[in-house]
């Protein structure tokens, strides 16, 4: 019997996950409200309050998980991308851990992690696989050889798709976090009734910068012609910007799939939580002849599930990081 620690804390949530021979059996994630006061992630704040959620989380995980943590065999945690001084409440939790029960460790890359979450629960991908990226920080297509033989076909040249959302839930006046906001009033809102530029990159790539401006503009002429133009729209404005962001991620998405000959398509990620992209992705499946894998909610936003079933198929490999591995705030893929 393997059993692996998972620890993430590449940005704003706590989480501790166990996983016994493959198989999650605890998944805690604990989550941080003061940032809604300041409409975004402060990097000091979370790193502070990880420290006050880290223990109180491993403890709850290896509770639920109904085992001592003398039986843990090794502790996997995120080195990186992330905030670096986030990444580092959980690195050196991680190292004390191994080092005061004589365990190994592993390191585990983010976004990697994301893509390995589909391995949690069946139905499973099979190799090689397309998976689309997508989170606030990040927005790639990768070509998913083996389990860390991974390669980045396409990415943004700018801002993540995740950005654009927030961003825009900003523009709006929603509160922090506004993704899942902007997803809500899309549902009840008209996807064509705003048209949105799409931006013609080259190759695989993606860019959101020019979107971005584009609604920054747009809101403030329609505001300055009617005061009540937000309130009176704010439906078929989230369902218009909500649609451009995924047909621009899933025209590339087809694009790609399409050049690689690969019918195995996924998204990961915690825009990959969206309603939207969910049935759209879907709805392309169907046209396309794809088999679509789309992790569970709490598998797609940041969680430590995700980086024990990384650390266990590294277990297996006896990959492990030495007690001299210092988190990195970015970290090659």
């Known amino acids: 019997m393997s059993v692996i620690l998972g620890i993430e804390s590449s940005c704003d949530e706590t989480?501790?996950?166990v996983c016994i021979d493959?198989?999650?059996?605890?998944n805690i994630i604990a989550n941080q409200t003061i940032h809604e006061l300041y409409g975004g992630v402060v990097p000091e704040l979370a790193s502070r309050v990880h420290q006050q959620n880290i223990v109180p989380a491993v403890h709850q995980a290896i509770n639920v998980a109904?085992?001592?943590?003398?039986?843990?065999?090794?502790?996997a945690f995120t080195r990186g991308p992330g905030l670096l001084g986030s990444l580092l409440v959980g690195t050196c939790f991680a190292k004390a851990f191994a080092l005061a029960n004589n365990i190994p460790l592993i390191e585990v890359n983010h976004m990697q992690a994301?893509?390995?979450a589909h391995f949690i629960e069946d139905p499973k991908p099979t190799f090689p696989f397309l998976c689309?990226?997508?989170?606030g920080g990040h927005t790639q297509i990768v070509l998913v050889k083996d389990y860390f033989d991974m390669e980045i076909v396409g990415e943004t040249l700018d801002d993540a798709a995740g950005e654009a959302f927030d961003k825009t839930a900003k523009i709006l006046g929603l509160p922090y976090p506004g993704g899942p906001l902007v997803d809500k009033h899309a549902k009840l809102g008209d996807p064509n009734r705003f048209k949105f530029p799409e931006p013609q990159i080259a190759d695989l790539n993606f860019s959101f910068s020019g979107l971005k401006t584009a609604i920054l503009y747009f809101v403030r002429d329609k505001v300055a012609e009617n005061p009540n133009f937000l309130e009176q729209n704010m439906d078929d404005i989230c369902a218009s910007v909500?649609?451009?962001?995924?047909?621009?991620?899933l025209n590339k998405l087809k694009k790609a799939a399409l050049q690689y000959g690969?019918?195995?398509v996924s998204i990961a990620g915690g825009v990959s939580a969206n309603s939207g992209l969910r049935n759209s992705i879907n709805a392309m499946a169907q046209t396309e002849g794809w088999n679509v894998f789309i992790p569970k909610f709490e598998y797609c936003t940041d969680n430590a599930a995700m980086i024990a079933i990384a650390g266990y198929y590294k277990f297996?490999?006896?990959d492990f990081a030495g007690q001299d591995v210092a988190p990195m705030a970015r970290m090659p893929f």
Request: charged share 25%; hydrophobic share 45%; aromatic share 0%.
């Open 15 to 17: 989480s501790a996950s």
């Open 22 to 26: 493959g198989k999650i059996v605890a």
């Open 66 to 75: 109904k085992i001592h943590k003398k039986q843990i065999d090794a502790v």
């Open 114 to 116: 994301h893509i390995l």
């Open 132 to 135: 689309l990226t997508v989170s």
């Open 242 to 249: 909500q649609s451009r962001i995924i047909s621009i991620l």
């Open 262 to 264: 690969i019918k195995d």
């Open 316 to 318: 297996l490999k006896g």
